[in-house]
């Protein structure tokens, strides 16, 4: 373990920016790769992600593995001194948000390759860059630097979202560049403001300075920070911002989709992350403004979610309001500013977007046997919603088992391929519905225990058990009966309906990312202490940035190497 | 020069969205460049407006602020301009492309 302790410490700092360069250079690398070589851009593809897979875990565990209450580790990639330049900087929140992507993106990159890559051109270049500014929107502490991470990141989803094209998806495509170029004009817009009054973009130096605004900027600064939180609360998908996602997410590629789950992620950390650096200050006019907002914009979010989801049929919709329901009790989470719920929270965000890419990846399957066994080229079938089931029903001729008289179902051997997608589908229906014994169902009892919990009442203020924490309560378990209502209704429609139809033919390579994300979920059912621990430890570091507003700024660009006689 | 560019500033601005909130792609495309403009003006007026003065250090100068004029939201806007250029042109392309398939240019593809 010396060894491992050693070689950390020797390549800490300048690993921080190994999850950024390695999708750039590998971009680069496919670009010139070209097209044509599809094979060796998928082998490189798979190579680099799970490199920064490994990377981000060596992080992961190098920011846990020290004692300092908040472990946090500053680098200044072009080697300015700290206010100047743009820094980088990992803590335990950072870390775990890393970590969980590399590992959606290894999934959705496995079950990419056993076809859908071939659907267009360009699709590992884009998804190298897509995880590029993914990566460092978790890793940046300047502000500009956040907004061109985030244009990255964009800029590639828009690419990814069209891959594979078809009416739907461009249509979709539409909709969803307009509303997030205008997102981005908001960003801009809050950048300029809080530059206009604070002079700095660092936010660590934003962190200080921001109290001692004086009192007449203040409405000023109000409004930068609102729409700097109007950007990352459309990315976020907070209603009534949110009408975009799930027609783009159910028209993107299966893969693709499972990849998207990230970016609404991507929103609600950025939330976090400032609210926390930026609002936070011992000023009456600056502690925790925007906190109503946030809770009871979570709560109108998680409502609508839930509404949604009982409206829909298809897999694809269901995930995607899925994913708005965990922004929904995500941000709500946030807002109420408590150690042990955002901790929670924390852990419900693994255990939710775990969840809702592999039910993408899972619809993707679904919606494959239903379209017959032939179909190894759907990728270009219009998907329109479909009719109620008992409607659709009426087609199903005279000849299958329909009835106890002209044979028994029982007995009639399932073939593993309906098995395995039927068993997956349940399962992971239950992680997004959060019933016991899955990750969710613990993270929820995690928040909902020290929102109403007897057993800490001592320490927490009154404000916490109040109508917001009932609200929460209610929420919480009314979504969870709508979204297994819905999910189950899709269940018995798509696996218990009589079907004349062959199995669908399953790839090991499509099996393979969804085994792993159950995997995942099944670990932290496992081991939920320890995660749910570095979680908590996570957001109590996140919610008091002293150290880390400290480690950024004392950070010290590296001196010249001596030169060797001056010529 | 305040009020001007204020002024010019809320008149891009009132245009683009005006637009945006239009059906047809096109206007939707030149109304995103207008509220383009608007913000990337905002963003340059938010360090300081001076006529004639240097934004990198000229020797025989003090090197203070009252003799320069901020140059962190040129650099700023130089990049938002290369972004917002380049996500317009995908538009472009996004909008020929709908045109193609849907035969309307309605931002829903349909009438």
């Known amino acids: 373990m010396s060894v491992v302790t050693q070689l950390l410490a020797t390549l800490l700092p300048d690993l921080i920016v190994a999850p950024i360069v ?72 950072s870390a775990l948000m ?21 659907a267009g051109v360009h699709f590992h270049p884009l998804f190298q860059l897509q995880l590029m500014g993914i990566n460092g929107a978790f890793l940046t502490a300047d502000l500009f630097n956040l907004f061109v991470f985030f244009e990255v990141m964009l800029a590639a989803s828009y690419g990814l979202l069209l891959h594979g094209s078809g009416r739907r998806r461009v249509r979709a495509g539409l909709h969803y560049l307009t509303i997030n170029l205008m997102a981005s004009t908001l960003f801009l817009a809050g950048v300029g403001v809080l530059y206009g009054i604070a002079g700095t973009l660092n936010l660590a130096d934003l962190a200080q300075k921001l109290p001692h605004i004086p009192a007449a900027d203040r409405g000023l600064l109000h409004a930068g920070a609102a ?147 032939a179909s190894d080229a759907p990728i270009h079938v ?75 009442a001592a320490e927490l203020p009154a404000r916490v058990i109040s109508l917001e924490g009932w609200a929460m309560l209610t929420l919480l378990l009314t979504s969870g009966l709508f979204a297994m209502i819905a999910l189950s209704r899709a269940g018995i429609r798509y696996f218990w309906a009589p079907q004349q139809r062959p199995p669908p033919a399953l790839r090991a390579l499509e099996c393979a990312p969804v085994v792993l994300l159950l995997a995942a979920c099944a670990g932290l059912v496992i081991a939920p202490a320890p995660v749910l621990a570095y979680a908590t430890e996570a957001a109590k570091a996140a919610l008091q940035p002293t150290s880390y507003i400290e480690t950024i700024m004392s950070a010290r660009p590296v001196p010249p190497p001596p030169t060797r006689g001056q010529q | 020069m305040e ?46 407006l001076w006529i004639g003065r240097e934004p990198i250090v000229v020797p025989g100068t003090p090197s203070d602020l009252d003799h320069y004029t901020d140059p962190m939201p040129q650099a700023l806007v130089l990049t938002a301009i290369i972004i917002s250029f380049a996500t317009t042109a995908l538009f472009l392309v996004l909008l020929l492309v709908s045109r193609g398939l849907t035969d309307t240019d309605h931002v829903d593809g349909e009438e």
């Not at chain 2, 001007?4 to 495309?29: D, E, H, N």
């Open chain 1, 227 to 373: 729409l700097l939180g109007l950007a990352f609360l459309i990315k976020a998908a907070a209603w009534p911002l949110n009408a975009w996602l799930a027609p783009a997410y159910s028209a993107a590629g299966a893969p693709v989709a499972a990849l998207f789950v990230l970016l609404t992620k991507v929103g609600v950390y950025s939330v976090l992350r400032l609210w926390a650096l930026l609002m936070h200050g011992e000023t009456d006019a600056l502690a925790l403004f925007g906190a109503n907002a946030l809770v009871w914009g979570g709560f109108v979010t998680l409502t609508i979610a839930s509404i949604a989801m009982l409206a829909s049929m298809n897999v694809g919709r269901l995930a995607g309001f899925g994913v708005v329901m965990s922004s929904g009790t995500l941000l709500a989470a946030i807002g109420f500013d408590h150690p042990t719920v955002v901790g929670g929270a924390l852990f419900y965000l693994l255990a939710s977007t775990l969840a809702c890419s592999a039910l993408f990846l899972v619809g993707d399957l679904v919606e494959r046997a239903r379209a017959g066994a």
């Open chain 1, 98 to 118: 890393l970590v969980l992507a590399s590992i959606i993106a290894s999934a959705s990159l496995l079950f990419a390759c056993a076809r859908w890559h071939r």
């Open chain 1, 22 to 93: 390695v999708p750039l250079m590998t971009a680069a690398v496919m670009l010139a790769l070209g097209e044509s070589r599809r094979g060796a851009n998928a082998v490189l593809n798979v190579a680099s992600t799970l490199g920064t897979l490994c990377v981000c875990a060596a992080l992961l565990v190098a920011v846990a593995r020290n004692d300092v209450p908040a472990a946090v580790v500053a680098y200044l990639p072009a080697n300015w001194s700290v206010p100047f330049g743009i820094a980088l900087a990992i803590d335990r929140l």
């Open chain 2, 3 to 48: 009020v001007v560019l204020s002024l010019v500033i809320g008149v891009l601005g009132a245009a683009g969205i005006w637009l945006v909130l239009q059906p047809r792609t096109f206007q939707v495309v030149l109304g995103l460049s207008l509220i383009a403009y608007a913000v990337n003006l905002f963003v340059f007026s938010m360090g300081s």
């Open chain 1, 382 to 456: 219009e998907q329109t919603d479909h009719l109620p089931f008992y409607l659709e029903m009426r087609d199903v001729d005279g000849a299958a088992n329909l009835d106890d008289r002209e044979g028994a179902l029982v007995g009639q051997p399932v073939p593993w391929a309906v098995a395995f997608v039927g068993v997956s589908f349940v399962a992971f229906a239950l992680v997004i519905a959060g019933l016991p014994p899955t990750p969710a169902f613990i993270a929820k009892f995690a928040m909902l225990d020290a929102l109403v919990g007897v057993r800490q």
